[in-house]
């Protein structure tokens, strides 16, 4: 039961047959009008009754006005646009960004009219509005500006000229709006979490469409403003590199994508080291600096929160000892610290029937019953002492790694020629790299798999920009809170952004190549790159990878040991240029 700083309770049950089956925000209620109209939609409660994937809508004009605070510098350059707004449903988001932007037109694109009509006809039917309803059901394809053109609804539009292939000019003059929300019920896991729904198919083809300037960048690149489940923002700005998926890697080629607002990490979700957080949040506080950017203080993350009200220095000491302290502690590691407590303030004992705090370290097996608290108390504590010797280990081995990786940039780089101790580490390179696949070798299979995710962290994050477009923000997002939708689950803002050009400009050919090697690449994120290359065709590794020089150049991410080199830490870069190499192969499987 969620309850407010004042420790109120805010939730009431209540047995009604409504569309969300929870309890109603009764105060929230009142705060919010719109969720009081919501709930007593009808039609929407028919509509929805006994489904799982209601679309969640904003209830808070204080988190419009938050989010378009942020987007403001930016969206200057779009007033009196052109607004196309799929799936508005109750408006409030619609109406701000109207009134902030005064578009020239602005369509309301709503499947479910007859459900919010109620919040769509009095835009539309004011005296001199520029508000349109679209009609659905004549609109082929709702993500094709074509459509929209041959209907008559953006006259403006079908006036500019088609840019040429390859041009860096962007259409400012239209902006997309997207609520593809759903309310997923299932956890943020690894398993639920990249499940394919409509918000990653949709997102997926509006930024594939910038290869072919199609869909809605036929006049030229397009923004697109997209709400969606925050569970789901994961497949496009992930925070690890094992959460990093083939949707991610086509926004870091074509787009730059921001979260704007997002709710803070579950217990369930993955997570990096707490030092390399660290660092992305004071890089980024930097950036905020600069740009002038600031969070109100409650809508803020734990770690920029901390790194605002507390010295730096005393952040960094708990990072370095405590790796939860920053996080926020697991689901299993506030268990135990209450069971810890509990015992030591004889709220239990250790056996059945004896005094509270009761331990006897001297009794003999059998003699009493332990109680299921100390037994839930012990299995904790070795899970924790595993935890700490497992870090201990890994931690140890990824040192190793991180000296040859260093040794080996400063080769590539022709650092330090006439240092004689640099020149002796040099020597023994090959023999160091032997003892540590042999370290490797030793390790059990759990253990060596949180190894791989640890050094692909550290690899990802050492260059000269993060592979991760998370690190590379201009800011943190703004915080939401569940009663702020109507259904109490956070939503994402993503802020999609065309790239001027991608940093390699392939041609028709080489772009399906490249579509055929994220799609089986990342099938299996966590191969080395010659086997996942090998996976595709007898001999591809060979062929390809003296082609591809940047994936045994540490200066530009990759590694001299290709085994060390997988799959899910491949910049754009290096995925490029093995689609110009595959290209180029003659013997490639057809």
């Known amino acids: 039961m969620r309850r407010d700083s004042g420790g109120e309770q805010k939730y009431e049950d209540h047995a009604c047959k409504s569309m969300r089956q929870v309890p109603t925000v009764l105060k929230q209620a009142v705060k919010y009008p719109l969720l009081q109209r919501l709930d007593k939609n009808k039609k929407l409660i028919k509509l929805y009754k006994g489904s799982s ?22 969206l200057k350059i779009h007033v009196g646009c052109d607004i196309i707004d799929i799936n508005p449903g109750a408006c409030l988001w619609s109406i701000k960004v109207h009134e902030l932007l005064k578009p020239r037109r602005h369509i309301l694109v709503e499947p479910l009219h007859n459900a919010y009509n109620q919040f769509l006809r009095p835009l539309v039917d004011t005296p001199g509005s520029r508000y349109t309803l679209a009609d659905t059901n004549s609109l082929w394809d709702r993500w094709n500006l074509g459509d929209y053109l041959e209907k008559g609804l953006l006259p403006e539009q079908a006036h500019l000229e088609e840019p040429e292939m390859g041009s860096a000019d962007g259409n400012t003059t239209l902006l997309i709006l997207a609520n593809m929300s759903q309310n997923r019920r299932a956890h943020a896991d690894r398993v639920t979490a990249h499940k394919i729904v409509d918000s990653h198919l949709k997102a997926l083809e509006f930024v594939r469409a910038l290869e072919t300037r199609s869909g809605f960048h036929s006049k030229g690149p397009v923004r697109m403003l997209m709400w969606m489940s925050d569970q789901d923002k994961i497949n496009f700005l992930p925070r690890t590199t094992s959460s990093r998926r083939r949707l991610s890697v086509y926004n870091e ?47 803020m993350d734990e ?60 009794r003999k097996r059998g003699d009493m019953a332990i109680t299921p608290e100390f037994k839930k108390f012990q299995l904790l504590v070795r899970t924790e002492k595993d935890q700490r010797n497992k870090k201990a ?29 640099h020149q002796i580490k040099v020597q023994g390179l090959d023999e160091r790299i032997d003892r540590y696949r042999k370290l490797l070798a030793q390790q059990p299979a759990v253990r060596l798999n949180s190894l791989h995710f640890f050094a692909d962290d550290r690899v990802a994050w050492s260059g000269d920009s993060s592979v991760l477009l998370w690190d590379r923000r201009n800011a943190e997002p703004i915080v939401p809170q569940a009663s702020e939708f109507h259904v109490p689950k956070p939503l994402a803002l993503l802020d999609f952004r065309p790239k001027a050009s991608s940093t390699n400009v392939l041609t028709t050919t080489q772009q399906k190549y490249l579509d055929d090697i994220l799609l089986s690449f990342f099938a299996t994120p966590g191969f080395p790159v010659a086997a996942a290359l090998d996976a ?30 997988r799959v899910r830490v491949l910049t754009p870069e290096m995925l490029q240029e093995i689609a110009v190499a595959w290209d180029g192969w003659l013997f490639k499987p057809t």
Request: charged share 30%.
């Open 253 to 299: 080629i074509f787009c730059d994508v921001e979260e704007i607002v997002g709710d803070v990490l579950g217990p369930h979700a993955t997570r990096r080291e707490a030092y390399i957080d660290l660092q992305s949040s004071l890089l980024t506080a930097e950036r905020m600096k600069k740009k002038d950017i600031v969070v109100p203080i409650h809508r």
């Open 393 to 421: 280990a890994v931690d140890q081995i990824l040192a190793e790694d991180a000296d040859i990786r260093a040794i080996q940039l400063a080769i590539v780089s022709n650092e330090h020629p006439n240092d004689i101790a």
């Open 303 to 362: 770690l920029p929160r901390k790194l605002r009200s507390e010295e730096i220095g005393a952040v960094i000491q708990s990072t370095r000892y405590n790796d939860s302290a920053i996080h926020g502690e697991r689901t299993w590691h506030k268990k135990l610290h209450d069971l810890r407590e509990g015992f030591a303030n004889g709220s239990y004992s250790q056996f059945v029937g004896g005094p509270p705090g009761f331990e006897e370290k001297k």
């Open 536 to 565: 595709m065709g007898p001999g591809a590794a060979e062929a390809i990878i003296p082609k591809a020089r940047s994936l045994q150049d540490p200066r530009r991410g990759g590694r001299m040991d290709l085994d060390q080199l």
């Open 53 to 74: 994937t209601e679309r969640i809508q904003i209830v808070s004009p204080e988190l419009c006005d938050d989010a378009l605070k942020r987007l403001e510098p930016t």
